[in-house]
């Protein structure tokens, strides 16, 4: 499976972004998908994540209200929808295919990656 993810960019705090990931092969459709981000100088952290059936959406505390996870299975597709934007969202951000149909948020349960795409958020 190979996922490439799409959207980034620069925005002004309060403005929103939607990022896109593209799966290679529809078998992606039977494996939970999530959304990490990685900020300069800090650690990948777990940012969403979405069931392979789409149902049970789950949320780091700090994007909770602000950020949706959606998937669309005739494009084998996973979106993030990110309004509110902070600068402290600023960060590249990566999808990945998790090893089964549950997505969780340690990167652990992750198998593959997208090349991840830059979020740029200015105050």
Do not use: H
């Amino acid at each position: 499976v190979q996922l490439q993810a799409s959207g980034g960019g620069l925005v002004q705090a309060g403005g929103s972004l939607r990022l896109s990931c593209a799966a290679s092969r529809r078998t992606s459709s039977n494996n939970g998908m999530g959304w990490f981000r990685q900020a300069p100088g800090k650690e990948r952290e777990f940012v969403a994540g979405i069931s392979w059936k789409g149902g049970n959406p789950i949320y780091t505390d700090s994007v909770k209200g602000r950020f949706t996870i959606s998937r669309d299975y005739g494009q084998s597709t996973v979106y993030l929808q990110m309004d509110s934007l902070k600068p402290e969202d600023t960060a590249v951000y990566y999808c990945a295919s998790s090893r089964g149909p549950i997505a969780g948020s340690s990167s652990r349960s992750y198998q593959y990656w997208g090349q991840g795409t830059l979020v740029t958020v200015s105050s």
